[in-house]
């Protein structure tokens, strides 16, 4: 465990922020306020002077001394702002003495959160120049030209995907997600129940997911709402049997307005054993030809080890299986520095996807998630050092380019090997797009279902605002009532009937 003192006085949110940052570096690391011998020590010294702030600092470790200096124009007259402007210059001079301690540099600069596409965006929203919201983002955030300038060109394949990208605020798009999946991965932290029917806890579930598209279905034909995207996600949402996909599609769109207008439809069918000729009978009755077949690692020993109980053959078949009966756009899954995998297992699996060329194909960096398996028992899984997933995401990017994919989204996650990222490639023309209103935040996203999370997003404030129904099936059941009433609360007050904004 790596200790770092700082000064007593910096407050919870403060300390909060310095772990992130050094979490970068560290594997496991604790942020002190107390003298501690064995603990790295960083002193700062920040001033105002002229209209900037100007910012030092010093670490000292192992009887050495790293310095860093940084400054910027003070923004004065906003509170808020100029705390957050002494947020980022503690972080800029944090991060490198880090850095010039460790020997090792942050792509990503002092950026933790999910979302770094949408700083992008507000760049370009604002009137910058591509090249301009590139500069901006270096300076402010530290972050590396090649991570800058890949930021860039996912959002000008967002942009030729959905051209009225920054003008969806008001509509909506939905997803419902259905918690049941064959096995729960080890990596897995989404709602993921083992589909087991004995105690009826999935007839109970499907009664009160109906019941409660039904209802929002309500709210939504009430204001004529247009719909942009649908997506089933889980879970395994292909878990349940042909039959009850059937009826669920028939209430969707039973209740739902302007269906015809809809763009998109996802089914996720990650799980290659729960696919099935009868349930793509099904989805091509109601037009739904996206889907995910989601392999992982196309290593047997792989998806044994982190609970996926099918094999490669089967992903492959399956895979043929729903081209050949009519699924047009199938996106597949990698992941990147899965246990025992390194670059020779990784570019089989690209070798192997070659083969299929799925429509788009997101390549994932491992996360170890606090609540999964694999973060629980970590001394049990051997993954890839920072140097050999850097070398992988890489060789990723470079194979999506030979193949004809672009990249058209990313996003982060806390605790991802290398401090890197996840981005989708898509052939031009098959991009998802409810991937990228909800990555980019640009409309309220509905959550229906187990473990499902709304996002309400105020068209004239972009405030954002969410809820999250119950994980648990059970507690679904007893609480999806409480849950409409909830979100109809938030949905009225940002889409008043009265004053719909044209």
């Known amino acids: 465990m790596q200790k770092i003192k700082i000064d007593s006085t910096f407050k919870e949110d403060w300390v909060r922020m310095f772990a992130h940052l050094a979490n970068l570096f560290f594997e496991q690391c604790e942020i002190i306020k107390e003298d501690d011998a064995e603990a790295m020590r960083v002193d700062f010294t920040i001033q105002e002077s002229n ?47 880090l850095e010039q301690a460790t020997d090792m540099m942050q792509s990503w600069g002092i950026l933790t959160g999910i979302r770094p596409m949408k700083l992008y965006h507000k760049y370009r929203r604002e009137g910058q120049t591509t090249e301009q919201a590139i500069e901006n983002i270096m300076e402010n955030y530290r972050v590396s030209r090649e991570k800058s300038e890949l930021l ?68 939504l034909t009430e204001r004529d709402m247009g719909i942009t995207t649908i997506y089933f996600g889980g879970g395994t949402p292909t878990s349940i049997e042909a039959d009850e996909m059937d009826a669920l599609y028939q209430t ?9 207008k809809v763009r998109e439809i996802t089914v996720e069918a990650g799980r290659p054993d729960t696919i099935t000729p009868e349930k793509i009978d099904v989805l091509k009755k ?9 392999p992982q690692s196309y290593i047997d020993e792989t ?62 960096t491992l996360s170890f998630k606090r609540a999964s398996e694999m ?46 990222e996840n981005v989708g490639y898509s052939k031009p023309g098959e991009e998802s797009i409810y991937n990228i209103v909800i990555m980019e935040e640009v409309q309220t996203i509905i959550g229906i279902g187990c473990g499902a999370s709304s996002k309400f997003i105020d068209p004239e404030t972009e405030k954002i605002t969410q809820f999250y129904n119950p994980k648990d099936p059970a507690a679904y059941v007893m609480a999806y009532d409480e849950s409409i009433e909830k979100k109809l609360a938030y949905l009225n007050d940002i889409f008043p009937m009265e004053e719909k904004i044209k």
């Open 51 to 97: 209209g900037e702030i100007i910012g030092k600092a010093k670490l000292l470790a192992n009887g050495r001394e790293y310095t860093s200096a940084f400054s910027e124009q003070l923004v004065e007259g906003d509170e808020k702002l100029t705390r957050r402007q002494l947020k980022r210059v503690h972080s800029h001079l944090f991060l490198e003495v």
């Open 152 to 219: 860039a060109k996912i959002a000008d394949v967002q942009k030729k995907a959905v051209p009225d990208l920054y003008e969806l605020k008001n509509e909506v798009s939905i997803y419902i997600g259905i918690p049941f999946c064959p096995t729960k991965c080890a990596y897995c932290t989404f709602p993921a129940y083992a589909i087991r029917r004995a105690n009826g806890r999935v007839d109970n579930f499907l009664a009160a997911l109906h019941e409660e598209i039904r209802e929002m279905g309500k709210w």
């Open 252 to 260: 969707m769109f039973d209740s739902f307005p302007n269906m015809d």
């Open 286 to 294: 109601w037009g739904i030809d996206r889907i995910s077949v989601n």
């Open 303 to 364: 998806l044994k080890a982190i609970g996926r109980h099918h094999t490669v053959q089967e992903t492959i078949d399956k895979f043929w299986l729903s081209r050949n009966m009519g699924m047009k756009n199938i996106n597949m899954d990698l992941i990147i520095g899965l246990p025992n995998e390194g670059e020779e297992e990784f570019e089989h699996s690209l070798a192997e996807t070659e083969k299929m060329q799925p429509e788009s194909l997101t390549v994932h």
């Open 375 to 420: 973060s629980q028992n970590r001394s049990r899984y051997k993954v890839a050092d920072r140097k050999t997933v850097e070398r992988m995401m890489k060789r990723g990017e470079q194979w999506n380019a030979e193949n004809g994919y672009l990249p058209y989204y990313l996003y982060r996650q806390k605790n991802i090997l290398g401090n890197l």
